[in-house]
Structures are given as C-alpha cells and as structure tokens.
C-alpha cells in the first residue's frame, strides 16, 4: 500500500474509499432483493404444485370412492 504525503491525499483516499463502500453496499443490497426475490418465488410455486396435487388427490379419490360404491351396489 502506498504512503499518503499531504491531506489532500488523505481526503481523496477518504472520499474514495466512501464511494467504494457506498457502491459495495449498493451491489450487496441489490443481490439480497435478489436472493429474496428468488427464494419467494421458489416457495410460491412449491406452494402451488403442493396445493394442486392435494385438490387432484381429493378429486380423484373422491371419484374413485363412488365408482367402487356404485359397483359394489351393482354387483349385489
């Protein structure tokens, strides 16, 4: 690392050095929405492939109870 001579330097490094943070912190607040906004989609749609395959599994079963019933009371 280089030396700093005069304060001008130093408040040019200081200023720099604000600028850098300000854009790393800028840069690591855009990724978290990023990640965030990646994880409640992934959740959303596990949430909706979940809930469909429970409504399909009560609808069919439902579908399958009466045709068994109605073949039952067919036979006898």
Do not use: C, P, W
């Not at 690591?28 to 749609?45: G, M």
């Not at 979940?50 to 073949?71: C, H, P, V, W, Y």
Request: proline share 0%; aromatic share 10%; hydrophobic share 30%.
């Amino acid at each position: 690392m280089k030396g700093i001579r005069n304060m001008r330097e130093l408040k040019l490094k200081r200023q720099n050095l604000r600028y850098k943070s300000r854009y790393l912190e800028e840069k690591l607040k855009d990724h978290s929405e990023e990640t965030v906004q990646a994880f409640t989609s992934y959740v959303k749609n596990i949430a909706f492939e979940t809930g469909m395959k429970i409504a399909l599994q009560l609808f069919f079963r439902n579908r399958k109870d009466k045709k068994s019933t109605e073949s039952e009371s067919a036979t006898e």
